[in-house]
Each structure stands twice: as C-alpha cells, then as structure tokens.
C-alpha cells in the first residue's frame, strides 16, 4: 500500500494520504506534508517534541495535528516523519512528533486547508483523506 501522493492543484498542492487505521493516515499525512517542504537535513540527530491537541472532530484533528506539526517545524527548523501516538481518538491526540534538525527548506507551506477534507475508510477497509496545503 502506497503512504501518500502528491496530487494536481491549481494554486496549492494537493496530498492524498492512506492508512490501514487513523493513525497511519495522520502518520502517512505527516509525512506527504514533509515531502512538499524539501528538507535539506542538517543533522540525523533524532528530535522528540511533545504535542497535545483536542478538536471537535476527526477531520478538525487533522488539520491542528498538521498545523502544529507545521508550527514546530517551522520555529524549531526541524522535519518530523514520524509519530508516536500515545492517546489517539476522533477528538484527541497525546504523544511525540519525531524528526531531525534541518538546514533550509526548498519550498514553503503557508498553511493547511479545510478545503475538500474528507476523511473516509473505504470498501476494502483503508482509510483515505485528502488534503490541500496552501503554499
């Protein structure tokens, strides 16, 4: 199963993410989001920041999960593609954004997008959600 893909759009870049749960969506979505920036990597040294976000559903979780994630990238100068979920549900998340220090980005994300969300678990049971960034 492929994690992610880079989509066609207009203005902004389109990222349709996949996972055999809701983790592994937010997971596989983290990561598409890292591929647009371009880091270049300064150290392989491991960095763990903690996060905590509560939303009111599912498809607003994402979103503040990968606007966080954004944040601290972009203050901190760190890329995260991995997360360790301690607490995961449709409304909160607790747990470790995992990434490595960066020298520069080659592109830049402004923000990430309610337009077009749509989180779904399909037929043969794996959860798919698109998502446009605004860069």
Same mark, same amino acid.
């Given at each position: 199963? *492929?994690?992610?893909?880079?989509?066609?759009?207009?203005?902004?870049?389109?990222?349709? #993410?996949?996972? /055999?749960? %809701? %983790?592994?969506?937010?997971?596989?979505?983290?990561?598409?989001? #890292? @591929?647009?920036?371009?880091?270049?990597? %300064? @150290?392989?040294? !491991? !960095?763990?920041?903690?996060?905590?976000? %509560? @939303?009111?559903?599912?498809? +607003? &979780?994402?979103?503040?999960?990968?606007? *966080? #994630? &954004?944040?601290? +990238?972009?203050?901190? /100068?760190?890329?995260?593609?991995?997360?360790?979920?301690? @607490?995961? +549900?449709?409304?909160?998340?607790?747990?470790?954004?995992?990434?490595? !220090?960066?020298? !520069?980005?080659?592109?830049?994300?402004?923000?990430?997008?309610?337009?077009?969300?749509?989180?779904?678990?399909?037929?043969?049971?794996?959860?798919?959600?698109?998502?446009?960034?605004?860069?």
């Amino acid at each position: 199963m *492929e994690k992610y893909q880079i989509l066609e759009h207009t203005a902004d870049v389109k990222v349709k #993410a996949f996972g /055999k749960d %809701k %983790k592994e969506l937010f997971l596989n979505m983290l990561k598409g989001m #890292a @591929s647009i920036l371009q880091p270049e990597v %300064k @150290s392989k040294q !491991r !960095r763990v920041r903690k996060i905590k976000i %509560k @939303s009111i559903g599912l498809e +607003t &979780l994402l979103v503040d999960f990968l606007s *966080e #994630a &954004l944040y601290l +990238t972009q203050v901190n /100068k760190e890329i995260y593609n991995n997360v360790k979920f301690k @607490s995961f +549900t449709d409304t909160e998340i607790e747990g470790e954004l995992i990434g490595q !220090r960066i020298e !520069r980005f080659k592109e830049d994300i402004k923000g990430v997008t309610y337009h077009e969300i749509d989180i779904h678990q399909k037929r043969d049971g794996i959860w798919e959600v698109t998502v446009i960034f605004d860069i």
